[in-house]
């Protein structure tokens, strides 16, 4: 089975702060992904990679940055969290050259004080 | 981009009764359409998906069909049982481009 973990389920932190959220896929998968969840406004994609050391800006990048160092782990960082990050924020990995079908993490659920 | 529109945001069914999400898109060019089960503190599960070469697709009770002309898909779920309830999610993309999400759809199955 395909396995995408998350490193924390559930994450408290206070206002500036430098957070870095992690995310490990066991699967080769090419291309990762990082999504907030928000109620109402469903999935909002954050930022996505094709490959190691790739990075591509989503619909909301604004006050987050990535990194992929190695295939296998995408992390996403809030430089100075904010209130208004608090959030439910979810990895998913998908092969490049398929169907597109992509595996979700079980998410980190952050509050920012 | 892709916009994708997914109603209702909230639906209730009786255990045994059918279930339907319906999305819209925007794309033209988009080709694939997955359905995701997301349960109370997991991440999104693929329970089903299809191409933009088949009109239906089935898997025991769930059912997704594509209309392409009219440029909307819908999820169907027959004889509901009470682990149907979840928040549903359609997509659309067009070849490896990112999945474009509706809104959800969060379904109670009441015994």
């Known amino acids: 089975d395909v396995k995408v973990t998350q490193s924390s389920r559930y994450l408290v932190k206070r206002t500036g702060e430098k957070v870095f959220l992690e995310c490990v896929q066991d699967m080769d998968h090419e291309n990762m992904f990082w999504y907030r969840q928000d109620p109402g406004l469903g999935l909002r994609l954050i930022y996505f990679s094709y490959d190691v050391k790739m990075k591509e800006k ?21 430089e100075s969290a904010s209130t208004n990050q608090t959030s439910m924020y979810l990895c998913a990995s998908s092969f490049w050259d398929r169907d597109g079908t992509q595996y979700f993490g079980p998410g980190t659920r952050l509050t920012v004080l | ?71 909307h898909f819908s999820l169907h779920i027959t004889e509901t049982q009470p682990e149907d309830s ?26």
């Open chain 1, 58 to 78: 989503g619909d909301i990048p604004e006050g987050y940055s990535v990194s992929r160092e190695k295939k296998e782990r995408f992390s996403l960082i809030l």
């Open chain 2, 1 to 71: 981009g892709e916009n994708v529109e997914q109603h209702p945001s909230t639906l209730s069914v009786q255990e045994g009764d059918s279930a339907v999400i319906k999305c819209t898109y925007s794309d033209s060019a988009s080709n694939y359409f997955p359905w995701y089960k997301q349960e109370l503190g997991k991440g999104p599960q693929l329970i089903i998906d299809i191409r933009s070469n088949v009109g239906e697709k089935k898997d025991q009770r769930i059912a997704v069909t594509l209309n392409k002309t009219a440029k």
């Open chain 2, 86 to 111: 979840a928040v549903y999610f359609c997509a659309a993309s067009r070849g490896n481009t990112p999945l474009v999400f509706g809104k959800g759809t969060r379904l109670s199955v009441i015994a």
